[in-house]
């Protein structure tokens, strides 16, 4: 390595002088004519040819290297007059305020400047923060003075009429560039420092421009179209209506032309400056191409998303990436990444050629490009980079491989690689998996990681990485495995685990009535490559049977206990004691499930304080992954064996059930008719708090939601505990009684803004009812189902009511993005030193020690030292409280 | 002590969301700040013009050290480094 000879130690920023200007550029721009009739770029033109190289091959005029190494040349441009630099009328505004009018010093007494100078150069080592609100501080006391305490003449007050003209009212009237340029430049230098200018690097008076710098070429290079035209930078273009307003403004004053044709023309001319650099100012029109389009000019390069910041420095488009459509691969592990081939193909990892790879290198290298698995380039020991395609005998290139060449191979199965689907709200965002190279054009996942990247399979994309270096795969590997990320930091409990057809299945299986016979025990063991013995048949006669708890339990480790009531243990369900009928109590001894079924508490996603959340902590995050591959595998071949499935009749309210939920919803529009009467006759007892009538919406709503609440209950209360549609909200696999009161019994109330509907016409939303009715049914209250169907009203009302869901996820995204991006900003830089307290890179404390208690929420039994209860359950296999 | 008769001061330092602040001697602070490995500005600053600043009498440089109740760890020890304003 050599050692640099500068170091950067800082950098400061300043304001250019005009003689800095001049100083570092190459050539004066005269005039506003770009090429001559030949197409060629002419002398002195703002494609002046010694601004830089513009077409390969070339050398440049001023330094004499091609257009690679050329780093560009400014040109400067003499202004007939000076013009305010846009960036900088809040300085100048508060220079102008604070200093004299006719001896342009500072408005305060000599012997408190020296004071203050000294104060503030002692403030500014050490207490930064301080030494600004003192500036502030002394400018305004300045800015007050009526009077100069130097030279005793009278102020008046100067006043900025957006964007850049400067009126000095009661006194000169408007204030002009070139005067206001006089006046900065007589403020004396020691002034200045109080008033919290650094006079070296930046005098007032370079704020107003009287040379422009015209940038390099290579910061505007013209394109060339396909139809042989030549495409002009918006920045040259303003620059070529800069150069063209100060030749008409030079030539009226050549001529002596009156003063308000000068005024104009010099109006003009600062306006043409001022959308050079911002072209998004108030109150000033959009400078425009002919076509319509607004100019990117210099500060829409740099501002915003897509600006150079955001967009170009922050973050960049990088190689050895992949981004496609994601579908779903139950036969994967949840480690792994499904990867097309043709991005397998594309895709390089670097691999250096050692005495034990060389026969597999040599392989790459023979398969080439275009045959998988082989290698895109070699890297011979002298750097050289050989590109694949082009190799014409790569047989005898691979016959001279050796130590010390690297082959670029194509990805092979086992590769680690970093998986991420945007927004990436947290660190389970980005994962690293395991390449598994398959046919087809979309990355596939194992269906239990969805919710850490929250992905579904309706067209989501995702990226992929490949890192290219040993210590990149090994810092992946050790910490962004997906199985490392089991646990959530946000609760303790596992973020990635089973959903929807896992936990039906898991739920199916492990029923009661489950009873399985050898074949099918067979089947179910061959799909996740069981090799032990089949324990003993639960039945012996009049075949051998084995129940699905027992086929489950080959796969709990002998030692493990656990007793948890299962999500179908509430209501009528519930069970509280080992011995209960309904076999809602999960209850597993020495790894056997004797009572209790499979489901979302148990094995699902998200749920802490499960099965799977203590087996993971007790057996490691590597058990837990190869737990969730067999079990989830074994749970979806179950229910390919019964078929899950639905039909239109399993949501088909009983007549009978139908009948009484009927009968509820008359009853509560009875008793709402009622409260209306009430209302009308003033005898409503008002809310606390609220007017009449909305005392009156608050009593509607809740008996509407009771209603149908109750007539929910009545009908689902009739439903089998065989009916699918039942079965995946019982165990929480997909929906909830909510969704089949919807679909069987009634849609009930429609609410915008958690109101009935009421906008629409006046006194009623359509023109179907009367004015003024406040019934159920003119106010939105949806009275069928979606088995029965609704009538067209009621279709109405549900489309209001749906469309404020919409709206309200896409303000809610944008807002919460935003809050995100402000948050991490805040917080990337932090980190935990070794005492535990959290500090920011200067060293500044944030918290005294992390999260108050330094407790990470993955490792310890949420949040206390420990976990009695699960202490006692795993060694005595009983709870003493349920 | 009748109500009337308490100061505000005592009144404020005593509510329960309060939590408990002290001002820290010189030696007590030149402990604390080695201990922790800071320089004075490096820790959290509270304003002088602060009421709980106020009440404690704190001046620009002194460091007050605050007790709050914590959920997850009883009790959480901080420090403030008085500044001017
Ligand atoms: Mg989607
Ligand atoms: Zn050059
Ligand atoms: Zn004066």
Redesign the interface.
């Known amino acids: 390595m050599s050692k640099p000879e500068k170091v950067v130690k800082g950098v400061k920023f300043g304001v250019l002088s005009p003689e800095m200007i001049r100083r570092m550029s190459v050539t004066a721009i005269v005039t506003p004519e770009v090429y001559d009739e030949n197409g060629i770029p002419i002398e002195g033109g703002v494609m002046d040819p010694r601004l830089g190289v513009i077409e390969p091959g070339q050398r440049c005029a001023t330094c004499g290297n091609t257009l690679a190494q050329c780093p560009g040349h400014f040109g400067h441009l003499e202004l007939a007059k000076p013009v305010i630099h846009i960036g900088y009328v809040k300085h100048i505004y508060m220079l102008l305020k604070a200093t004299c009018r006719s001896c342009n010093r500072v408005k305060i007494p000599e012997e408190d400047v020296v004071k203050y100078r000294d104060l503030y150069r002692r403030l500014r080592e050490?207490?930064p923060q301080?030494a600004s609100?003192m500036v502030e501080f002394i400018r305004q006391r300045a800015s007050k003075a009526l009077e100069c305490p130097h030279c005793k003449a009278r102020q008046f007050r100067v006043r900025l009429e957006k964007p850049a003209t400067f009126i000095e009212e009661g006194g000169r009237g408007k204030l002009y560039p070139d005067v206001i340029k006089q006046w900065l430049s007589n403020i004396p230098s020691s002034d200045l420092e109080v008033l919290g200018l650094d006079p070296e690097v930046a005098r007032p008076e370079w704020m107003i421009i009287n040379v422009l710098p015209i940038p390099p070429i290579a910061v505007r290079p013209s394109i060339v179209l396909e139809t042989g035209m030549r495409a002009e930078d918006d920045l040259t273009h303003k620059l070529v209506d800069i150069i063209r307003a100060n030749e008409k403004l030079k030539e009226a004053l050549n001529s002596g032309a009156p003063e308000i044709i000068v005024e104009d023309l010099w109006e003009l001319l600062q306006y043409h400056v001022m959308t050079f650099i911002d072209n998004e100012l108030p109150g000033v029109p959009v400078a425009k191409r002919r076509s319509g389009m607004p100019l990117k000019t210099l500060a829409q390069r740099l501002k915003g998303k897509e600006g150079r910041f955001r967009g170009n420095l922050s973050g960049k488009r990088v190689d050895f990436s992949a981004r496609t459509v994601i579908s779903p691969d139950p036969n994967l592990d949840v480690n792994e990444v499904g990867v097309p081939y043709e991005v397998a193909m594309t895709l390089t990892v670097p691999e250096h050629v050692t005495p034990w790879n060389i026969d597999r290198m040599r392989e790459y290298v023979l398969n080439g490009p275009y045959k998988w698995p082989g290698a895109n380039y070699v890297v011979d020991p002298s750097g050289r980079r050989l590109d694949l395609r082009y190799v014409k005998d790569r047989k005898a290139l691979a016959e001279g491989l050796k130590p010390g060449y690297v082959v670029e191979r194509h990805l092979v199965n086992g590769d680690v690689v970093l998986f991420n689907r945007q927004p990436s709200l947290h660190r389970m965002s980005i994962m690293a998996h395991r390449v598994r190279v398959l046919p087809g054009k979309t990355f596939r996942l194992h269906l239990a990681v969805c919710p850490p990247y929250n992905a579904d399979f309706d067209g989501d994309e995702m990226n992929l990485h490949v890192p290219q270096t040993v210590e990149a795969r090994a810092e992946a590997e050790e910490l962004l495995l997906v199985e490392k990320q089991i646990l959530s930091p946000r609760y303790g409990g596992p973020i990635i685990g089973g959903i929807q057809d896992y936990i039906s299945g898991g739920y199916l299986l492990t029923l009661k009535t489950t009873i399985l016979t050898k074949d099918q025990v067979s089947d179910l063991l061959a799909t996740i490559d069981y090799s032990g013995e089949i324990p003993e048949p639960a039945i012996l006669s009049p075949v051998e049977a084995w129940t699905g708890k027992q086929v489950f339990s080959l796969l709990l480790p002998e030692d493990f206990n656990f007793i948890g009531e299962t999500k179908l243990s509430s209501g009528s369900l519930k069970c509280t004691s080992e011995e209960c009928f309904w076999d809602t109590l999960l209850i597993v001894k020495k790894g056997k499930i004797l009572a209790g079924t499979v489901d979302k508490t148990v094995i699902g996603s998200q749920q802490p304080k499960s099965l799977m959340h203590y087996l993971i902590m007790e057996k490691g995050v590597k058990f837990g992954a190869e737990f969730m591959n067999k079990a989830f595998k074994l749970f979806l071949r179950y229910i390919e064996m019964v078929g899950l499935t639905m039909t239109l009749d399993d949501i088909g309210p009983k007549r009978s059930a139908l009948e009484s939920a009927v009968k509820v919803i008359k009853n509560s529009y009875s008793e709402v008719d009622k409260l209306i009467e009430m209302y009308r006759a003033g005898q409503l007892e008002p809310v606390p708090g609220r007017t009449l009538s909305e005392t009156l919406e608050i009593r509607i709503l809740d008996v509407l939601a009771r209603a149908r609440d109750e007539s929910g209950a009545t009908v689902v209360e009739y439903m089998s505990l065989a009916n699918p549609v039942y079965v995946m909200a019982r165990t929480g696999a997909r929906g909830s009684g909510l969704n089949i009161t919807q679909m069987s019994v009634v849609l009930g109330q429609q609410s915008v803004r958690g109101e009935r509907i009421w906008r629409g016409y006046r006194g009623r939303v359509l023109p179907h009812y009367r004015h003024g009715d406040l019934s159920p049914e003119a106010r939105g209250f949806v009275a069928s189902s979606f088995y029965k169907g609704l009538s067209p009203l009621e279709v109405f009302f549900h489309a209001a009511g749906g469309r404020e869901g919409l709206v309200d996820t896409a303000v809610r995204t944008s807002q919460s993005g935003y809050m995100q991006r402000r948050l991490i900003n805040a917080l990337q830089d932090l980190y935990v030193e070794y005492?535990m307290?959290v500090r920011s890179p200067?060293?500044?404390?944030?918290q005294?020690?992390y999260?108050?208690?330094s407790?990470d929420p993955r490792k310890t039994a949420f949040?206390k030292a420990v976990d009695i209860d699960r202490i006692i359950v795993k060694n005595m296999g009983w709870r003493m409280s349920l | 002590m009748s109500s009337e008769k308490r100061s505000v001061r005592e009144k404020v330092l005593e509510h329960e969301l309060v939590p408990r602040h002290e001002l820290l001697t010189k030696e007590e602070a030149l402990r604390v700040l080695r201990e922790l490995g800071v320089r004075p500005e490096q820790l959290p600053w509270i304003r002088a013009s602060d009421p709980i600043a106020k009440l404690l009498g704190a001046k620009p440089g002194d460091i007050i050290r605050v007790e709050r109740k914590s959920s997850t760890a009883g009790v959480s020890v901080a420090y403030r480094f008085v500044v001017v304003g």
């Open positions: 050490r207490w301080l609100s005492d307290s200067y060293g500044e404390l944030v005294f020690r999260g108050e208690d407790v949040g």
